[in-house]
């Protein structure tokens, strides 16, 4: 299932349109659907419903939905028609006129914008077709305030496509949007339901089949496949390496991690436990020698390799040879000894997964990503990102699927933006960028050492033998699920720490 921007839906449409769909068959399609949902999850044939319509299809959607839902035999049906009469389109109309001529009983009111106690009545649901995903500009104070009206109402609410006054592109609020129980959406998922206040504002989310060719996704640029439990259970196990039963630990990989000088020592404990609990067989941590007593009590499984101030290089290159991946990152201190670290890594040609501070690192030194010779993963979170881009962060989480293409194309790197939905983008030579949305997790992750965590794990999926690509993607929904595994109930979201995700894992 994919997620398109507001620009690539239309696509979409447009193409169902040149390949001879008719708009209005694609309307009647979408407004049944939302009839069959309404119906589901409101069975009462006499329950009240008051269907709000604007003035562009996406009130056309409403106003079939208020038919179909008359053909089902409800018989408390109203229709407020919530937009400009001058603006009506000719699809609005004619939906208008064939619920008029075959359903007298439905009360519709609103066309000459005077009738509005309508609106005043109580309804068991409310359903949202005033705005539909072409929304790209503020609501006028009308519609605000007529979107707080809605808002304060009791009843079941329903959203057409996207709730009106959410961009459907950025998850941006224009103004004002409807908070909806439900949200009917047509062929695939928009991304503004993923971002900025888009889960908020949509609350369950339905996909709804409306006839749109399959195919035409293909010219989709920014389109994103969406990442969630079903799929991860479907896959993981033909997408991982599988444990061989007779193996040692030398057939799952070592994954090498680097420590700095008075970097934060509890980051790296986190990663090298996640690396262990995520499967590899064994961890070597490359530490200042005064850690290595830390080390080793905190973490006796792994294998602590000291270095001196005065010879950092020397110890390094040994430590480089015995290892299947470098995660550097967590624990790392953005110093002198840092940069000699993260230079050294992207020179060489171990396989590496760059995270915190050596991604700050990097941000200031961009050239060195560019002409690295080793093959590698970055896991930014939204404020690393923005540093990367060299841009400030609310204009990254805005428009951040633009901003991870093309930082991905640029760089020629795989990549994870994490944010409470991450956006991964997969470079993969032979049929170009992936860009996926991954929805598998909870709020419970928005932790300290949450990243410290992700980033182990993917270093230790690519230890033992799964490819990069694989091991970003699949990483990132091994510690979802922990998370969900950990975190049933809000309560259990709430207390919920690093620690808890590592002992979760697999």
């Known amino acids: 299932m994919y997620a398109l921007t507001a620009k690539g839906m239309k696509y979409m449409d447009q193409y169902a349109s040149q390949a001879g769909l008719p708009g209005v068959v694609l309307m009647e399609n979408a407004a049944r659907g939302v009839a069959d949902e309404v119906a589901e999850r409101i069975p009462d044939r006499s329950a009240k419903i008051l269907v709000l319509a604007g003035h562009g299809n996406n009130g056309g959607d409403a106003v079939a939905a208020a038919r179909w839902l008359a053909q089902k035999g409800y018989t408390g049906i109203s229709v407020y028609f919530a937009g400009r009469i001058d603006k009506a389109g000719d699809e ?43 929304l790209n500009k503020a609501l006028s104070d009308d519609d605000i305030r007529l979107v707080k009206y809605i808002n304060s109402k009791t009843g079941y609410k329903v959203a057409i496509d996207i709730p009106s006054g959410l961009n459907a592109t950025s998850g941006l609020i224009m103004g004002e949007a409807v908070r909806a129980d439900l949200t009917v959406t047509f062929g695939c998922y928009k991304t503004g339901m993923f971002f900025g206040a888009g889960r908020e504002c949509c609350g369950e989310v339905k996909v709804v089949d409306i006839g749109l060719m399959n195919d035409g996704y293909d010219n989709v640029n920014d389109k994103l496949e969406v990442l969630d439990s079903a799929f991860f259970d479907r896959t993981v196990r ?68 000291p270095y001196k101030p005065d010879d950092v290089l020397g110890a390094f290159e040994g430590f480089r040879d015995d290892v299947d991946v470098i995660l550097i ?21 171990k396989p590496a997964v760059f995270d915190a501070g050596a991604l700050n690192l990097i ?71 992936k860009l996926y949305l991954n929805t598998v997790g909870n709020s419970g992750l928005a932790t300290a050492g949450s990243g410290d965590v992700l980033a182990g794990v993917i270093a230790s999926l690519i230890a033992q033998g799964n490819t990069l690509d694989t091991s970003l993607m699949y990483g990132v929904m091994v510690h979802g699920k922990a998370a969900e595994k950990f975190a049933q109930d809000s309560d259990s979201r709430r207390k919920m720490m690093a620690g808890d995700i590592i002992d979760n894992l697999f």
């Open 329 to 349: 990152g967590p624990g790392l201190r953005e110093d002198s000894v840092g940069r000699l670290l993260v230079k050294q890594i992207l020179a060489g040609k």
């Open 363 to 433: 941000a200031k030194n961009l050239k060195s990503l560019r002409k690295r010779k080793c093959q590698c993963v970055i896991t930014p979170h939204l404020g690393e990102m923005a540093r990367l881009c060299g841009e400030d962060i609310n204009i990254v989480a805005r428009s951040r699927i633009g901003y991870t293409r093309k930082f991905a194309e640029k760089f020629e790197v795989s990549m994870v933006v994490k944010s409470d939905v991450s956006l991964i983008a997969l470079r993969d030579a032979g049929s170009g960028q």
């Open 92 to 134: 609005l109309k004619r939906q208008m006129s064939v619920l008029v001529n075959s359903h007298r009983d439905v009360r519709i009111s609103g066309l000459r914008g005077v009738e509005r106690n309508i609106l005043n009545a109580k309804y068991d649901c409310i359903i949202d077709g005033i705005y539909g995903i072409g």
């Open 238 to 305: 033909d997408a991982l390496a599988p444990r061989a039963e007779n193996g040692h630990k030398g057939t799952f990989g070592t994954v090498g991690l680097v420590i700095s000088s008075n970097g934060m020592l509890g980051a790296g404990m986190l990663a090298a436990k996640a690396a262990y609990r995520a499967g590899c067989g064994l961890v070597k941590i490359f530490c200042p020698s005064k850690y290595t007593g830390f080390f080793n009590v905190s973490i006796p499984e792994a294998v602590a390799v």
